[in-house]
């Protein structure tokens, strides 16, 4: 038997025991190394009790790391012994999207976590193509930030093509903000980090960035942004905050022609969407939904070729068995990257 977390509404969660996974055709069971909260995570840790239940009892987690234990019948890519990082969409296979790589797009799409079982599990079962090795370089903590954060930044930084010549501001500094300024910073680029609570600011200098603003500093936060937009603004905005003020204040920092990805899923526009801000200053700004599972070779080979690490990420880690601890700490936003680990 294994262990897995499920979250159960209202803050609350269990640790419940499960079958051991048994692969099946084309794919594998991973044990896991290592398995890190996602802040979606806690839309369900989160949720009332009666919009949770309908799941039933899925295992929470889709930032996994592991080592492969067992395969089923066909696989090929990988073998017992091999160190994986886990894509954490499962598509059909079959449709235009699975062939192209984009399985989160696929109509029969499960994620992990959602409608199959996820990381923070002593085991997991997956499709052998989710399984993508991991370099020797690059350690189970790079592979679960991999599954999710690091994948997700990667994808939206391609779309506004950040490099030495640009000034990039990040809106937002939980894991995936954090992981924009590294990313942002490994590409050459002037960066100007853009949040709140001291932890987070603390670990985006560590990070790399060239300028911090504390945006809970009242009026001293807005001057800060004001000189920057009265110059000629930044080159490019990577927006993780999801509100409609993080919104406002990209499209004002933004200089004329400037460019923006937002890859949070918040509710931007309410009450201050301007789209003639948009269109008088001919601003570029793109939505970016996860990583493609064909980017994460080039993914891999960006963190190997300019030593990037996600542990100065990591604030706190935890077993399993202390996931309450753990899902507490994540809410009360007060740390950086939480990971469960495994001996």
């Not at 369900?44 to 009790?49: I, L, N």
């Not at 609570?197 to 800060?224: F, M, N, P, T």
């Not at 990037?308 to 990591?314: G, I, S």
């Amino acid at each position: 038997m294994m262990r897995g977390v499920v979250l159960t509404g209202d803050k609350k969660l269990i640790i419940k025991e499960f079958a051991d996974p048994i692969p099946g055709p084309n794919q594998v069971v991973v044990k896991m190394k290592a398995s890190a909260i996602c802040g979606s995570d806690m839309y369900t840790y989160r949720a009332p009790a009666e919009r949770v239940r309908h799941r039933g009892e899925v295992i929470q987690g889709h930032e996994p790391a592991g080592i492969v234990e067992s395969i089923g019948p066909g696989v090929t890519k990988v073998q017992p012994g091999d160190r994986v990082t886990i894509y954490h969409y499962m598509g059909c296979g079959h449709c235009e999207h699975c062939a192209a790589g984009n399985l989160m797009w696929c109509s029969d799409t499960r994620g992990l976590g959602g409608r199959a079982h996820g990381g923070h599990a002593d085991k997991i079962l997956v499709n052998e193509v989710n399984a993508c090795k991991l370099p020797d370089e690059l350690s189970f903590v790079d592979g679960a930030a991999i599954a999710c954060i690091a994948g997700t930044t990667f994808s939206a930084l391609s779309k506004i093509n950040p490099s030495g010549k640009d000034s990039v501001a990040v809106l937002g500094l939980g894991p995936v903000g954090l992981c924009g300024v590294m990313f942002a910073k490994a590409l050459g680029s002037r960066v100007i980090a853009i949040g709140r609570r001291a932890i987070r600011l603390d670990l985006a200098r560590k990070l790399g960035a060239d300028e911090i603003v504390d945006i809970d500093q009242g009026e001293a936060a807005w001057k800060a942004v004001s000189e920057i937009q009265s110059h000629k603004g930044v080159d490019a905005v990577y927006e993780t905050a999801g509100t409609s003020d993080a919104f406002w204040t990209m499209m004002r920092m933004l200089r004329k022609g400037g460019r923006a990805v937002l890859a949070s899923g918040g509710r931007y526009g309410e009450g201050r969407f301007d789209p003639g801000m948009i269109i008088s200053k001919q601003l570029s700004i793109f939505g970016s939904f996860v990583m493609p599972l064909w980017m994460y070779d080039d993914l891999a080979r960006f963190m190997v070729a300019n030593n990037l690490h996600f542990e100065p990420m990591v604030t706190h880690r935890f077993t399993i068995d202390q996931a309450e601890e753990a899902f507490a700490l994540v809410d009360s936003g007060e740390c950086g990257k939480v990971i469960f680990e495994w001996p």
